[in-house]
C-alpha cells in the first residue's frame, strides 16, 4: 500500500522567502509528526497532531515555524522568512493510534523534504 | 526519556552477524527499547522493540541484559543493503509518542 509521501522532494529557497512543506500520512492513521534533520545528526523532534489538534510543538525551534493539519489527513510545515539555519531535511511521520497504545505505536516516516536556503 | 549511547560506526562483511551495542544505563522500569535505521536518502524505518525480553522478528533480534542496562540489535546475515545509520530509542509508554534520536550507529557492510 502506499507510505507516507512528502513533497516537494527538494527546495531551495532565498533568505526571507517562506516556504511550504506537505505531507500525506498514511490513509487512516491517527498521529502525524514533523522531524527536522541537520546534516549528520539524528532527526529532531519539531511537533506532533492527534487528528487534527496539535497536542505537541515544544521542538518548533521559532515563531517562524508553523504547523497545521485542519482535516486531520494532510499536514503542512510552513516556515517564514527562512534563514540559513533552516537548511536541513523535513521529515513526515505517521502511526496508526494515539500515542497511548504503545505496541501498535510504529511510527512510519516520509522520505523527507530537503531544503536548502540560499 | 533514557539517554542512550551508540558506537558511531562500525563494520560487517557480507553475510555475517552485525552486532551494534547500545547502552542505556539510566532506562527506567516501564521504558521500551526501540531500534531504528535510516538508509541514506529515506525516512527512518522501524526495526524492533522490546521492554525486558529478547525479541526476534523477520528484520532482527534484539537482546536486552537482565539489568536493562544496554542491548545489542543482531542483523544475522548482513547484506550490503543493511549499510545504514541505526538508532537506539528508549521511550516510555503514554508520553508523546515522540522519537528522541541520537546520533546513531553508522554501519558498512562490506563485500
Known amino acids: 500500500g502506499a507510505g507516507v509521501s512528502q513533497s516537494p522532494r527538494y527546495k531551495v529557497a532565498k533568505r526571507g522567502q517562506d516556504v511550504a512543506l506537505r505531507c500525506d500520512p498514511i490513509?487512516?492513521?491517527?498521529?502525524l509528526f514533523w522531524y527536522q534533520q541537520a546534516l549528520g545528526q539524528g532527526p529532531e523532534f519539531l511537533t506532533y497532531?492527534?487528528?487534527?489538534?496539535?497536542?505537541?510543538k515544544s521542538g518548533l525551534p521559532s515563531d517562524r515555524f508553523f504547523a497545521e493539519r485542519p482535516e486531520g489527513s494532510v499536514s503542512t510545515l510552513k516556515i517564514q522568512r527562512t534563514q540559513q539555519e533552516d537548511s536541513a531535511v523535513y521529515l513526515c511521520?505517521?502511526?496508526?493510534?494515539?500515542?497511548?497504545?504503545?505496541?501498535?505505536?510504529?511510527?512510519?516516516f516520509g522520505p523527507g523534504t530537503r531544503l536548502t536556503v540560499l | 526519556d533514557a539517554k542512550t549511547t551508540q558506537p558511531t560506526s562500525m563494520d560487517c562483511a557480507e553475510g555475517r552477524a552485525a552486532n551494534l551495542p547500545c547502552n542505556h544505563s539510566?532506562?527506567?522500569?516501564?521504558?521500551?527499547v526501540y531500534w531504528y535505521r535510516q538508509i541514506h536518502s529515506q525516512g527512518p524505518q522501524y526495526i524492533i522493540h522490546?521492554?525486558?525480553n529478547n525479541e526476534t522478528n523477520e528484520m532482527a533480534s534484539l537482546i536486552i541484559t537482565e539489568d536493562r542496562k544496554s542491548s545489542t540489535l543482531i542483523l544475522p546475515h548482513a547484506t550490503l543493503r543493511d549499510t545504514a545509520v541505526y538508532y537506539c530509542?528508549?521511550?516510555?509508554?503514554?508520553?508523546?509518542?515522540?522519537?528522541?534520536f541520537g546520533q546513531g550507529t553508522t554501519l558498512q557492510v562490506k563485500p
Open positions: 530509542i528508549v521511550r516510555v509508554e503514554g508520553n508523546t509518542g515522540k522519537l528522541i
Open positions: 490513509s487512516g492513521h491517527v498521529s
Open positions: 497532531f492527534q487528528n487534527e489538534a496539535q497536542l505537541d
Open positions: 522490546g521492554l525486558k
Open positions: 539510566t532506562i527506567s522500569g516501564n521504558e521500551y
Open positions: 511521520a505517521s502511526s496508526l493510534v494515539g500515542t497511548s497504545i504503545l505496541q501498535l505505536d510504529t511510527q512510519y
